[in-house]
């Protein structure tokens, strides 16, 4: 498709469980994003990729949150040892420029995530 | 730290009636400036931006000015529809080493009604 893709777009998990969340950029994109936002609030930064590299982690909140890029395209954000508190929609974002291009950020449509 | 602070919501309208949602912002620097609509079960879509002061971002019949002496980009609407119902998000990128994540504020529920 010619958005971001995320999947999946619900997930439910208990507690303690191990989970993982998959975004799809728009093909050729540089920059990737991904978000936290809790219900009634904005989207808070977790981290950021320029291709594979991760120049960012300053927004996870915790050591139980880890994300990859290996080849530049495809990120996953897994979170270990999930705790309620983790409950929220997760976004990701793309961009065709660097960190320092200012060019507009492409949302996909989430995966809300529900732990019990 | 950077921040967005915009008008408590929700708020309701008439169809055709005037809309204004403030956002102001702390920021260093010069920041850009944008305005984000999230309709229902969809993703966050750009609507407008500034990337300097005095600057005026439009898009959809929707305007923001950029006004850094009030350090404000207050977003408004002659004439709203009932397809304008969203949450609509002030958001700033702060450039320099902040490698381009935006800060959002905490959302502004829109309902229009007929």
């Known amino acids: 498709g010619a958005g971001v893709s995320q999947s999946p777009r619900y997930k439910v998990a208990k507690r303690g469980q191990d989970v993982a969340l998959r975004c799809d950029p728009i093909?050729?994109?540089?920059?990737l994003f991904w978000y936290q936002q809790a219900l009634g609030q904005g989207p808070e930064f977790l981290t950021y990729?320029?291709?594979?590299?991760?120049?960012?982690k300053s927004g996870l909140p915790s050591d139980r949150f880890f994300a990859e890029r290996p080849e530049g395209s495809v990120s996953t954000l897994k979170i270990q040892r999930t705790q309620q508190e983790d409950s929220a929609v997760y976004l990701c974002?793309?961009?065709?420029?660097?960190?320092?291009?200012?060019?507009?950020?492409?949302f996909g449509d989430g995966t809300r995530l529900s732990i019990l | 730290g950077n921040s967005v602070t915009q008008m408590e919501g929700p708020v309701t309208l008439s169809e055709e009636a005037f809309l204004t949602i403030n956002c102001t912002y702390t920021?260093?620097?010069?920041?850009?400036l944008f305005w984000y609509v999230q309709y229902p079960g969809e993703g966050l879509q750009l609507l407008l931006k500034?990337?300097?002061?005095?600057d005026k971002g439009s898009n959809k019949g929707f305007e923001a000015t950029y006004r850094k002496e009030t350090t404000s980009f207050h977003l408004e609407k002659g004439s709203v529809q009932v397809s304008d119902s969203a949450v609509y998000f002030c958001?700033?990128?702060?450039?320099?080493?902040?490698?381009?994540?935006?800060?959002f504020g905490q959302g502004t529920i829109l309902t229009v009604h007929p």
């Open positions: 974002a793309s961009s065709s420029g660097g960190a320092r291009d200012n060019q507009p950020q492409h």
């Open positions: 093909s050729g994109h540089v920059s």
């Open positions: 990729f320029q291709n594979e590299a991760q120049l960012d």
């Open positions: 920021a260093t620097g010069y920041p850009s």
């Open positions: 500034a990337t300097k002061a005095d």
């Open positions: 958001a700033l990128w702060a450039g320099g080493t902040s490698y381009g994540k935006l800060t």
